[in-house]
C-alpha cells in the first residue's frame, strides 16, 4: 500500500531549509511522502539527501497581478489532481490563499500556517475588505489553522476567518541544536573598551523598522563611538533605494550593510544584541528566536510576534514599536549595563527558547493534527465500505 503524501506550500527555499526542515524529515520518518512546492532556490541544494518530491511553481511574492494570482491558482490545483496529497500544508500568504483554494475545490484537508498580518490590514478600506475575504475563503474551510501568536488568533477569529479548528504554536520554533550558546564577546559602556556591537537580521523593509534602526544608529554612534551597527538580509526590489543610502551610512561608519549571508552564526558571535524593530506585528519573529537561543539578548518592540520571544528586562528589552526616542533609550540602557549582566540575559533568553520555543514542539503539533485527520479517513473508509 502506497505511503499517504503529504504537500507542503510555501514562498521561498529559506523558508524550507530555515523553518520547515526539521517537520519534512519528521513526516519521513513518520511514513508519509512529501511533495514540497515552492519556487527553486540555491537553499534546496542544502537538502539533496532529503527524499522528497518537488514541484516548482511561478509565485510574486509581493506582486498584485490577478493574472498571475490565478494561474498560481491553476497551477495548484492541477499539481494537487496529479499528486491526490492525503493532507495540504500551507506557509505565507499566497500558498495559503490559493492552495487552499484548490485544495477545497478537491476535496483535499488543508492545515494553514498564519505566520502574520504585517500590514497586509493597514491599507485603505477596498484594499483591506479585498485581502480579508480572500483569507475567509481561505480559511474558513481549513481542518486547523496553526496561528503563531495569539493576537492574530483572535484577529482571524473576530474577522470570522475561522469556522473550524485553530491551533496556537511557538511561531517556526527554533531549533535549539542549529543554533547552540556562542561564546559572549567581550564589550565595554559605548565610550571606552571593547566596542559592543548590534546587529539588525532581516530583510531590508520599511515594514520591518529599518528607518528606526538607523536612526537609532545615528544618534547612537554621535554618543558612543565604541559601538557598531551592521544589518544582514536582502534589501526587497520594491525598496531598491535602500541600496544607495546604506552604502552612505557605511561610508560615514554609521550602518554596515552585509548583505545576505548564507550563515549568520559568525555575526550573532560578535554581537552583543539582536535589535528587531518591526514596525508592525509578525507570525512570530525567527530571527529573535534564533538570537536569543545563541544566548544574545534582544531588542525589540510590543508588537505580536515580538513581544512573545523576550521577558523584558530579563532576557532582553522591549520598547514600544515605531518609537524611535524608546529605542535609543533602550539601547543606552543596554550599554549602561556591565557587560557579565548582558551575558546572563542571553543565558536565560536561551533557557526561554528550550522550554518554551523549540522546533520540536511545532513538529509535534503538525504529526498529532495528521494523525488526526488520517484517523478521521480511515473512519469515513469504513464507513463506506
Same mark, same amino acid.
Given at each position: 500500500?502506497? *505511503?499517504?503524501?503529504?504537500?507542503?506550500?510555501?514562498?521561498?527555499?529559506?523558508?524550507?531549509?530555515?523553518?520547515?526542515?526539521?517537520?519534512?524529515?519528521?513526516?519521513?520518518?513518520?511514513?508519509?511522502?512529501?511533495?514540497?512546492?515552492?519556487?527553486?532556490?540555491?537553499?534546496?541544494?542544502?537538502?539533496?539527501?532529503?527524499?522528497?518530491?518537488?514541484?516548482?511553481?511561478?509565485?510574486?511574492?509581493?506582486?498584485?497581478?490577478?493574472?498571475?494570482?490565478?494561474?498560481?491558482?491553476?497551477?495548484?490545483?492541477?499539481?494537487?489532481? @496529479?499528486?491526490?496529497?492525503?493532507?495540504?500544508?500551507?506557509?505565507?500568504?499566497?500558498?495559503?490563499?490559493?492552495? /487552499?483554494?484548490?485544495?477545497?475545490?478537491?476535496?483535499?484537508?488543508?492545515?494553514?500556517?498564519?505566520?502574520?498580518?504585517?500590514?497586509?490590514?493597514?491599507?485603505?478600506?477596498?484594499?483591506?475588505?479585498?485581502?480579508?475575504?480572500?483569507?475567509?475563503?481561505?480559511?474558513?474551510?481549513?481542518?486547523?489553522?496553526?496561528?503563531?501568536?495569539?493576537?492574530?488568533?483572535?484577529?482571524?477569529?473576530?474577522?470570522?476567518?475561522?469556522?473550524?479548528?485553530?491551533?496556537?504554536?511557538?511561531?517556526?520554533?527554533?531549533?535549539?541544536?542549529?543554533?547552540?550558546?556562542?561564546?559572549?564577546?567581550?564589550?565595554?559602556?559605548?565610550?571606552?573598551? @571593547?566596542?559592543?556591537?548590534?546587529?539588525?537580521?532581516?530583510?531590508?523593509?520599511?515594514?520591518?523598522?529599518?528607518?528606526?534602526?538607523?536612526?537609532?544608529?545615528?544618534?547612537?554612534?554621535?554618543?558612543?563611538?565604541?559601538?557598531?551597527?551592521?544589518?544582514?538580509?536582502?534589501?526587497?526590489?520594491?525598496?531598491?533605494?535602500? @541600496?544607495?543610502?546604506?552604502?552612505?551610512?557605511?561610508?560615514?561608519?554609521?550602518?554596515?550593510?552585509?548583505?545576505?549571508?548564507?550563515?549568520?552564526?559568525?555575526?550573532?558571535?560578535?554581537?552583543?544584541?539582536?535589535?528587531?524593530?518591526?514596525?508592525?506585528?509578525?507570525?512570530? /519573529?525567527?530571527?529573535?528566536?534564533?538570537?536569543?537561543?545563541?544566548?544574545?539578548?534582544?531588542?525589540?518592540?510590543?508588537?505580536?510576534?515580538?513581544? @512573545?520571544?523576550?521577558?523584558?528586562?530579563?532576557?532582553?528589552?522591549?520598547?514600544?514599536?515605531?518609537?524611535?526616542?524608546?529605542?535609543?533609550?533602550?539601547?543606552?540602557?543596554?550599554?549602561?549595563?556591565?557587560?557579565?549582566?548582558? *551575558?546572563?540575559?542571553?543565558?536565560?533568553?536561551?533557557?526561554?527558547?528550550?522550554?518554551?520555543?523549540?522546533?520540536?514542539?511545532?513538529?509535534?503539533?503538525?504529526?498529532?493534527?495528521?494523525?488526526?485527520?488520517?484517523?478521521?479517513?480511515?473512519?469515513?473508509?469504513?464507513?463506506?465500505?
Amino acid at each position: 500500500m502506497e *505511503k499517504p503524501l503529504v504537500a507542503l506550500l510555501t514562498n521561498n527555499d529559506d523558508d524550507i531549509y530555515c523553518f520547515r526542515k526539521e517537520l519534512i524529515e519528521a513526516l519521513i520518518a513518520e511514513g508519509y511522502r512529501v511533495l514540497v512546492s515552492c519556487p527553486y532556490g540555491e537553499k534546496f541544494e542544502l537538502m539533496t539527501e532529503i527524499p522528497f518530491l518537488y514541484d516548482d511553481p511561478v509565485i510574486d511574492r509581493r506582486g498584485t497581478n490577478p493574472v498571475a494570482d490565478a494561474k498560481l491558482l491553476a497551477h495548484y490545483r492541477k499539481l494537487f489532481a @496529479e499528486y491526490k496529497p492525503f493532507a495540504v500544508l500551507t506557509y505565507t500568504a499566497k500558498p495559503n490563499v490559493y492552495g /487552499s483554494l484548490a485544495a477545497r475545490s478537491l476535496g483535499i484537508p488543508v492545515i494553514n500556517n498564519l505566520t502574520g498580518f504585517g500590514s497586509a490590514l493597514d491599507g485603505g478600506k477596498l484594499k483591506k475588505g479585498l485581502i480579508v475575504r480572500l483569507f475567509q475563503a481561505a480559511y474558513r474551510g481549513s481542518a486547523c489553522i496553526m496561528f503563531q501568536n495569539a493576537v492574530n488568533m483572535k484577529l482571524a477569529k473576530r474577522l470570522h476567518m475561522v469556522k473550524g479548528k485553530g491551533r496556537l504554536i511557538p511561531g517556526s520554533g527554533v531549533d535549539t541544536n542549529r543554533f547552540p550558546v556562542l561564546p559572549y564577546p567581550e564589550g565595554g559602556d559605548g565610550k571606552t573598551g @571593547e566596542t559592543v556591537v548590534f546587529n539588525y537580521v532581516g530583510r531590508v523593509l520599511h515594514d520591518k523598522g529599518v528607518d528606526d534602526y538607523i536612526e537609532a544608529a545615528k544618534r547612537i554612534r554621535a554618543k558612543y563611538p565604541k559601538t557598531e551597527f551592521n544589518m544582514l538580509g536582502f534589501i526587497e526590489p520594491t525598496e531598491i533605494h535602500y @541600496e544607495k543610502d546604506l552604502e552612505e551610512l557605511g561610508k560615514a561608519d554609521i550602518v554596515h550593510y552585509r548583505g545576505s549571508q548564507k550563515d549568520v552564526h559568525p555575526f550573532i558571535e560578535r554581537a552583543h544584541a539582536i535589535i528587531h524593530p518591526s514596525t508592525y506585528g509578525e507570525g512570530m /519573529s525567527n530571527v529573535l528566536l534564533e538570537n536569543a537561543s545563541s544566548g544574545r539578548p534582544v531588542i525589540t518592540t510590543d508588537n505580536p510576534g515580538c513581544r @512573545e520571544t523576550c521577558k523584558n528586562n530579563v532576557s532582553g528589552f522591549i520598547y514600544p514599536g515605531g518609537n524611535v526616542d524608546a529605542l535609543v533609550e533602550t539601547i543606552e540602557r543596554f550599554l549602561a549595563l556591565p557587560n557579565e549582566a548582558r *551575558k546572563l540575559m542571553g543565558l536565560q533568553g536561551r533557557e526561554r527558547m528550550e522550554k518554551h520555543f523549540s522546533r520540536d514542539i511545532v513538529v509535534k503539533a503538525y504529526l498529532e493534527e495528521l494523525e488526526i485527520l488520517k484517523k478521521a479517513q480511515e473512519e469515513k473508509e469504513i464507513a463506506e465500505f
